[in-house]
T-cell receptor, first 112, second 110 residues
Framework: EAQVTQNPRYLITVTGKKLTVTCSQNMNHEYMSWYRQDPGLGLRQIYYSMNVEVTDKGDVPEGYKVSRKEKRNFPLILESPSPNQTSLYFC???????????FGSGTRLTVV | GIQVEQSPPDLILQEGANSTLRCNFSDSVNNLQWFHQNPWGQLINLFYIPSGTKQNGRLSATTVATERYSLLYISSSQTTDSGVYFCAVEGTGTASKLTFGTGTRLQVTL
């Protein structure tokens, strides 16, 4: 089944403890990106990648890192999480621009 | 950047009723998608529809790109249709980024 898989689905962590949210797609898509969803602010792009080893900042990149060492994986790294990074995170992938995006099931992160 | 407006913001329907959700966007787009966010937070892709009309069961969508709007039709609504519906666009000047509208929150009651 074609899908984008995120892990974990739920995570509660403490301020400053490094964490990684994984994202993997099995559709051989070139484009991958991360979004966060917050009440009143909607969904905003954090980072995106157009191919292996090609990444760029989205609208809200502060406090996040990404890497794209293989086409299928695009992990989101929070080196020192803070409470304002408490959010619902989504990974998405697409064959290319203008081809439509498939979203993962989301990761609900709470930083205390 | 491109602006996306959705209306109405909230909608309450009785089961079996029909509804039309609207999405206006401010610039040319390469991509337009409709999503349903269910009560568990998952974003379900309903339609990829940068132009034209598509149908999938009780749902259909129309995008008139030249007039910069899209409509999502829900017929014979069911309680499982409840949730938030988002329109998202990829502008011609912002490839690789979806800009989301603020959504329409739909509640279907018995």
């Amino acid at each position: 089944e074609a899908q984008v898989t995120q892990n974990p689905r739920y995570l509660i962590t403490v301020t400053g403890k490094k964490l990684t949210v994984t994202c993997s797609q099995n559709m051989n898509h070139e484009y991958m990106s991360w979004y966060r969803q917050d009440p009143g602010l909607g969904l905003r792009q954090i980072y995106y990648s157009m191919n292996v080893e090609v990444t760029d900042k989205g609208d809200v990149p502060e406090g996040y890192k990404v890497s794209r060492k293989e086409k299928r994986n695009f992990p989101l790294i929070l080196e020192s999480p803070s409470p304002n990074q408490t959010s619902l995170y989504f990974c998405a992938s697409s064959f290319a621009a203008a081809y439509g995006y498939t979203f993962g099931s989301g990761t609900r992160l709470t930083v205390v | 950047g491109i602006q996306v407006e959705q209306s109405p913001p909230d909608l309450i329907l009785q089961e079996g009723a029909n509804s039309t959700l609207r999405c206006n966007f401010s610039d040319s787009v390469n991509n337009l998608q409709w999503f349903h966010q269910n009560p568990w937070g998952q974003l379900i892709n309903l339609f990829y529809i940068p132009s034209g009309t598509k149908q999938n069961g009780r749902l259909s969508a129309t995008t008139v790109a030249t007039e910069r709007y899209s409509l999502l039709y829900i017929s014979s609504s069911q309680t499982t249709d409840s949730g938030v519906y988002f329109c998202a666009v990829e502008g011609t000047g912002t490839a690789s980024k979806l800009t989301f509208g603020t959504g329409t929150r739909l509640q279907v009651t018995l």
